[in-house]
């Protein structure tokens, strides 16, 4: 037998040393990605006996589902993690009466979607996974299962699962604890002297049973930590090593302290339009502007040491802020990091701002105790402008501008004042997306140069004062600088169609093509075979196999963001092709027998190629680690798994902001906050791309949001919101980072898809921010009901995913019909071909076909 495809699948299943390397840096984004929420001085644990339940206790939750899964070698479970460093788990039996209740549920959830399936057509085919098995909550703990554990600690772990397709739902208990956790919970803090909970989720989570349940000495926020998650999560407990995560979200105390919290998604009774009515106000904007107290706040996160910061010295060169902080562990026993974050309060005169928000943050390296380091919290000026309406342009206002240090939002001093002489207009911008149907946003009564100067416990407890309206006086006590308008670039863009990219290599080529040919550059593959030059079994889809001949191969689109899925085991069929041994995704295990019998090949009868990748973090986890450095690391190890399994295209990193705690794929974002979010992504995507011909794709591009309905939904929100909340974290990474793709986002942003907003992809991507990479929708985004695929085209998306004949045929046809024009095709193309040309797969198409450029 012999391939008729090029691919880099092996032969081995033997584990690499790349792998080896991977899973070392799995554990140590795991290590500072996990919260310490709550401790009494019971953590940490020597390794010894140790009773432990809950469904995440020996199935613990690595990820999401949907595109966000990764197909790694194994995943260690917290049982395992803490049986690897020297625990005794004296509740086995019980772990595996779960593991039998949670097979049974799956066998009758197997039952139940494949009669659904039988109902759906071919449109909603892509919202299959919207409804994945949901964990069972577990039996109960009986009086035997504690006398029987011979241990007086205990660990219980919360788990529950989210993915894409669907939002969380209150009434399923997605956010809350069932009746069976509570009871159990409650019988094992009563029991046990030391009780700690761990809670297993993708996202925040209702912790009111704090207040209700005595006697729990520790929590901690696990999330879902990917493959070496439970040998992080117990190095933590043992204090092996000393927790360093820190909330990327605010926790609300209830669930309604959110604003609008009952109008959100599914519970507004409409999904086909949703109303961002809090405007800016989302997170901490919201609860440090109206003075609501939350569970926790964002940035918070406990340690096994103390720290102490000063700072050394504010520094104003003309736009640029650095602020020097001397940060000291003043513990006696464990080393530790700290997070230093820099927020700001601007001065509220025509245009309402929040409280504050945030503006920089740094993390320490480990400190042993009575250890100390400078860092540095830097940031232009310029980014605190705030958007105007009423003159289309950011502005900064006269006043001061007080600089507030800290370890959470709610734990700050003012550290520094600046003082602007004179109003700035930093940006004149044209207006995007007009607003169809009015909102009503939420506002703030007028505020006085508000403060807030004290610092809060560790129990969330505010022991200063409150942000009151009646400070109005700067402190005297803190450094004051000056800052001059005259010393800020005022930015004018010009709004036009961006040149056809254009090149010595490649225009020879693309002057080759018809209009037809030109067509099928700027569509996918499609979901069924094409002729293809090169393969990574499990790839999300791929670009057209149809212009091998005109010198043009495919290259290979692989899903994220939690790292690179594709298929673990292929076979080498008979005919040449691969054929997938395992479900590449977790939904076909519930496919019908039969189905499964013809999409995968039996592997005691084929020869079998394997690629194993590394399961990461979520993005949650990793923005809890407020490490970029970190992240940077990560995205260097999924591009050297690109780089070895041949794929062009990471479907991440994703970066939407976390508006509602029920989004089901928050767990693939980083956070509420549009600075973390960028920073992040920035990161990852230094980290990918410093592998030649490696390239992300940052989405989902913009205000994905919500996730029912998600293909029809229409985001309202003001121009505002949008330039300050939801493309701000975007604007970043492509200004810092230079991403070589962009995928467009499902839903409709004030009445038109984003696939076809020629305000999204043209003016503000392209002419404001200098964007001058691919951009490709989201699979299935375009077609009858959806995203036109001819306006996609001519909005600035280049590639129709997964495409397909279809698209072709209506793109040729909307030329034909002047429609479109050629013009529009051949930028979208040329974008299309150069990330191609750009590809380590070009370079091997080309040597083999003996038309290497030296």
Not at 780 to 794: V, Y
């Amino acid at each position: 037998m012999r391939l008729k495809v090029h691919t880099k699948a092996t032969l081995s299943d033997a584990m690499t040393a790349l792998e080896k390397a991977n899973r070392e840096v799995a554990y140590q984004a795991a290590l500072e990605g996990i919260v310490l929420l709550e401790n009494d001085g019971c953590l940490p644990v020597k390794p010894g006996k140790i009773a432990l339940f809950g469904a995440g206790a020996g199935m613990t939750i690595k990820g999401g589902t949907g595109s966000g899964e990764v197909n790694e070698r194994h995943a260690v479970s917290i049982r395992e993690g803490l049986e690897m460093s020297g625990f005794t788990v004296t509740t086995g039996e019980w772990i595996d009466e779960y593991a039998r209740l949670y097979e049974a549920g799956e066998k009758a959830y197997a039952e139940a979607f494949r009669k659904k399936l039988m109902t759906l057509n071919m449109t909603n085919v892509i919202n299959l996974m919207s409804e994945p098995y949901q964990y069972p909550f577990g039996q109960p703990v009986t009086k035997a299962d504690l006398e029987d554990s011979g241990t007086d600690t205990c660990i219980y772990v919360i788990a529950r699962q989210a993915g894409e397709g669907a939002d969380r739902k209150l009434k399923n208990k997605e956010y809350t604890l069932s009746e069976v956790e509570r009871q159990n919970i409650s019988l094992c803090a009563a029991y046990y002297e030391k009780m700690i909970v761990a809670v297993n989720v993708g996202a925040a989570f209702d912790m009111n049973f704090l207040d209700e349940i005595s006697g729990i000495n520790a929590v901690v926020f696990f999330a879902q930590q990917g493959t070496m998650g439970g040998k992080a999560f117990a190095d933590l407990v043992s204090g092996e090593a000393t927790p360093s995560g820190k909330l990327a979200d605010t926790w609300a105390q209830h669930y309604e302290d959110i604003p609008f919290a009952k109008e959100y998604s599914y519970l507004n009774g409409n999904l086909n339009e949703e109303h961002y009515k809090e405007g800016i106000y989302v997170g901490y904007r919201y609860f440090d502007s109206f003075h609501v107290t939350p569970k926790y706040p964002i940035g918070y996160g406990l340690s096994y040491t103390t720290f102490s910061w000063d700072m050394e010295e504010i520094v104003v060169d003309q736009t640029k802020i650095t602020v020097s902080v001397r940060v000291k562990n003043t513990g006696e026993q464990y080393a530790g990091k700290e997070v230093l974050q820099l927020y700001v309060s601007c001065p509220e005169g025509r245009i309402e701002k929040e409280y504050q928000k945030l503006a920089a943050f740094a993390k320490t390296d480990r400190l042993k105790p009575g250890e100390s380091q400078i860092v540095t919290l830097q940031f232009d000026f310029a980014d605190l402008a705030s958007y105007s309406t009423a003159d289309a342009g950011m502005i900064l206002e006269a006043g001061e501008y007080r600089l507030r240090l800290g370890n959470s939002s709610r734990n700050t001093e003012v550290c520094a004042v600046v003082e602007l002489d004179e109003e700035v207009v930093t940006k004149h911008l044209a207006h995007i997306c007009e607003r169809l149907s009015p909102v009503e946003e939420l506002h703030q009564p007028k505020r006085e140069a508000a403060e807030h100067t004290g610092r809060e416990n560790t129990d969330g407890e505010h022991t200063g004062r409150e942000n009151s309206d009646k400070e109005t006086n700067a402190p005297e006590n803190v450094a004051h600088r000056a800052i001059c308008a005259s010393d800020f670039e005022t930015i004018e863009y010009h709004y036009k169609n961006p040149d056809v990219y254009s090149s010595e290599k490649l225009d020879p080529i693309l002057n080759k093509l018809s209009t037809e040919e030109l067509a099928a550059l700027t569509a996918g593959a499609g979901i069924r075979g094409q002729k293809k030059f090169f393969e990574a079994p499990g790839s999300a889809g791929f670009t057209t196999g149809k212009l091998l001949g005109k010198g043009i191969p495919n290259v290979a689109l692989a899903d994220g963001p939690a790292g690179l899925r594709l298929q673990k085991r292929s076979a080498l069929m008979r005919s040449g092709k691969l054929k997938a041994v395992d479900p590449f995704i977790s939904l076909m295990n519930y496919m019908p027998d039969f189905v499964k019998k013809l999409m995968l090949a039996d592997p005691d009868k084929n020869i079998l190629l394997y690629q194993f990748t590394t399961a990461f973090p979520v993005g949650l986890a990793l923005a809890q680690s407020w490490n970029t450095e970190l992240v940077e690391k990560v995205g260097n190890a999924v591009g050297e798994e690109m780089k070895a399994y041949g794929v062009t295209y990471w479907l991440a990193p994703a970066l939407n902001i976390h508006r509602n705690p029920l989004c089901g794929r928050n767990f693939e974002y980083y956070s509420e906050d549009p600075l973390i979010s960028g920073k992040m992504a920035a990161a990852m995507t230094r980290g990918v791309q410093k592998n030649r011909g490696c390239f992300v794709t940052i989405k989902h591009f913009c205000c994905n949001n919500q996730e029912d309905n998600r293909n029809r939904t229409n985001a309202n929100v003001s121009e505002r919101a949008l330039r300050e909340i939801y493309l701000r974290g975007f604007e970043i990474v492509v200004k810092e980072a230079y991403p070589g793709a962009v995928m467009s986002s499902y839903n409709k942003v004030n009445g038109e898809y984003v696939n076809n907003s020629y305000d999204l992809l043209t003016k503000v991507l392209r002419n404001e921010w200098g964007f001058d990479g691919l951009v490709m929708t989201d699979w299935f985004a375009t077609g009858k009901g959806l995203g036109d695929h001819a306006k996609a085209i001519a909005a600035g998306n280049d590639l129709l995913m997964p495409g397909g004949d279809g698209a072709v045929k209506a793109v040729t046809k909307a030329v034909q019909d002047g429609v479109i024009t050629v013009t529009d095709v051949r930028r979208c193309a040329a974008n299309v071909l150069h990330g191609i040309m750009s590809s380590r797969i070009y370079y091997a198409f080309c040597k083999k076909n003996g038309t290497l450029l030296r």
